[in-house]
C-alpha cells in the first residue's frame, strides 16, 4: 500500500520554464490537496480538491494550476515559474470519516 | 480567517528532559492535529483532538485540547534524539479545508 505518492522529489528549473508536480493516492480518498512549505511560513495551501471533478483555490493559488482528472491523481502546474516559487511541495489526501490528512514525502522545487 | 500561532517556534533540549509545545487558535477548534515531520521527509499524523478537554497519548507524547477549544499543547516526556523533528498542530475550517500552524523545530541533544 503506497499511501500517497509525489513526483518528482527534486527538480530545478529555470524562471518562466514551466512543469507539473504528479500527486497520485490509493486510498481512494475523495479530498486531495497541495501545499507548500516554507521556512518559518509553515504549511500553506494552494488547492484542494474535496472530489472528482471539483477543485477550489486555496491561501496561496497564484501562480498555479490544478488538474484532477481521476478520483486517484491530483496535479500541480506551474506555467511560468518564478523564484518565489521555490519552496518544498506537499501533496495530501483526506479520508473525511477519520479527518486525517496523509502526505506524500514531498517534492523540493528550485527556480534559478 | 483563522490562525494557528505555535509556541516556540524552535526549542533545545537535553535528552531525557521534558518539553511541551504550544498551539493556539484565534477561533473555536473544531478539530485539532498534531503531525511530526522528520527533516527532509513528509508529514507523520500523530493525534488528533475534537472535544474539549480531551487528552490523547502515544508512547511518550500527550496532546491535550483546552474545554475552551482554543489552545492545545503536545508534552513529551523523557526527549530522545528520535523525537528530533517539527511538529505542526493543523486545524479544519470548513469541510474541506485544513491549515497549519507555522511548526516547532525541535532538537534533541544526545
Known amino acids: 500500500n503506497a499511501g500517497v505518492t509525489q513526483t518528482p522529489k527534486f527538480q530545478v528549473l529555470k524562471t518562466g520554464q514551466s512543469m507539473t508536480l504528479q500527486c497520485a493516492q490509493d486510498m481512494n480518498h475523495n479530498s486531495m490537496y497541495w501545499y507548500r512549505q516554507d521556512p518559518g511560513m509553515g504549511l500553506r495551501l494552494i488547492y484542494y480538491?474535496?472530489?472528482?471533478?471539483?477543485?477550489d483555490k486555496g491561501e496561496v493559488p497564484n501562480g498555479y494550476n490544478v488538474s484532477r482528472l481521476n478520483k486517484r491523481e491530483f496535479s500541480l502546474r506551474l506555467e511560468s515559474a518564478a523564484p518565489s516559487q521555490t519552496s518544498v511541495y506537499f501533496c495530501?489526501?483526506?479520508?473525511?470519516?477519520?479527518?486525517?490528512?496523509?502526505f506524500g514525502a514531498g517534492s523540493r522545487l528550485t527556480v534559478l | 480567517s483563522q490562525e494557528l500561532e505555535q509556541s516556540p517556534q524552535s526549542l533545545i533540549v537535553q535528552e531525557g528532559k521534558n518539553l511541551t509545545i504550544n498551539c493556539t487558535s484565534s477561533?473555536?477548534?473544531?478539530?485539532l492535529y498534531w503531525y511530526k515531520q522528520k527533516y527532509g521527509e513528509g508529514l507523520i499524523f500523530l493525534m488528533m483532538l475534537q472535544k474539549g478537554g480531551e487528552e490523547k497519548s502515544h508512547e511518550k507524547i500527550t496532546a491535550k485540547l483546552d474545554e475552551k477549544k482554543q489552545q492545545s499543547s503536545l508534552h513529551i516526556t523523557a526527549s530522545q534524539p528520535s523525537h528530533a523533528g517539527i511538529y505542526l498542530c493543523?486545524?479544519?475550517?470548513?469541510?474541506?479545508?485544513?491549515?497549519f500552524g507555522t511548526g516547532t523545530r525541535l532538537t534533541v541533544i544526545p
Open positions: 480538491s474535496a472530489s472528482e471533478g471539483t477543485t
Open positions: 493543523g486545524s479544519q475550517t470548513g469541510a474541506n479545508n485544513l491549515f
Open positions: 495530501a489526501s483526506h479520508n473525511s470519516g477519520a479527518n486525517v490528512l496523509t
Open positions: 477561533k473555536t477548534l473544531y478539530g
